[in-house]
């Protein structure tokens, strides 16, 4: 069932399953490693499939800097594969996944971003304060209802009451230093200037009920990007592959078997 290994000289924590090609899979800030459980094992039939822990979560070392420095290590894990690699982000785990890709040439050969953006509007920007500023006065536990909401939307959180439990628990055990810089990090950013300079392949995911990255926010990434395609999942809300994981897969896994031979520019954006 695969293994633990450490990655950037022991200070990146990641499990590793199958064989092939590297897929590295980068979690969302409001969730942790475990919310790629779901696709990992399809995944891991074709792929060498990485799960980190990204800084400051799970057993991986936090870092200083803003999210560049998180960019930045994990580009140092990406580097220890020994090839380059296929990067899926969801979340949070998008905005570094793309950070590292534009600070990081040919480090990745394509790309997967699933629910983010390249910047948030006005009103976002101020909900990732607010919630910086919650947590500091009264701790992760005042956010359970925000976050969860974030995550799933209502029908699906009643539906599956389990699920929400592991996922409370899952955001519940954030570091809450590493949470609000990550939070600064997300109100102050806006990547529309570089994104020009992803030169691979990229899809762009999002659920149709994603209320922390709504769907405007991917239109405008996958638009501002040379050779991105734009799928939108209907019903589904910011960590898809938790939510719908079939339809989740047979999103990506077409995108995957393009390789990333695909001339700049074949790829429209397109909704589906």
Avoid: W
């Avoid at 969801?90 to 910047?119: E, K, T």
């Avoid at 439990?165 to 954030?174: G, H, V």
């Amino acid at each position: 069932m695969g293994m633990r290994i450490t990655l950037a000289g022991g200070r990146i924590a990641a499990h590793v399953s199958g064989a092939g090609e590297p897929l590295v899979l980068f979690h969302s800030l409001l969730a942790d490693a475990a919310s790629f459980d779901r696709i990992v094992g399809p995944l891991a039939e074709r792929f060498r499939v990485i799960v980190p822990d990204l800084p400051g979560f799970g057993g991986s070392e936090a870092v200083s800097g803003g999210l560049e420095a998180v960019a930045d290590r994990m580009a140092e894990a990406l580097r220890d594969l020994g090839e380059p690699s296929t990067a899926l982000g969801n979340g949070f785990g998008g905005f570094v996944a793309l950070q590292m890709a534009i600070r990081h040439p040919g480090l990745v050969r394509r790309l997967i971003l699933a629910d983010c953006g390249a910047c948030f509007s006005e009103p976002g920007r101020q909900a990732f304060r607010t919630m910086a500023a919650v947590s500091r006065e009264k701790g992760l536990g005042a956010l359970s209802d925000t976050a969860m909401r974030r995550l799933f939307a209502p029908d699906f959180q009643a539906a599956n009451p389990s699920l929400m439990q592991e996922r409370l628990a899952a955001f519940l055990r954030t570091d809450p230093s590493v949470f609000r810089a990550a939070c600064d990090a997300l109100a102050g950013l806006d990547l529309r200037p570089d994104l020009g300079a992803v030169d691979v392949p990229v899809l762009v995911l999002v659920g149709e009920q994603d209320e922390a990255t709504p769907p405007p926010m991917s239109r405008e990434l996958a638009a501002g990007l040379p050779n991105a395609q734009l799928t939108i999942l209907p019903g589904c809300a910011h960590v898809p592959q938790l939510q719908e994981p079939e339809r989740f897969l047979a999103a990506m896994v077409p995108f995957l078997d393009q390789g990333a031979s695909a001339p700049v520019g074949a790829l429209a954006a397109t909704d589906a």
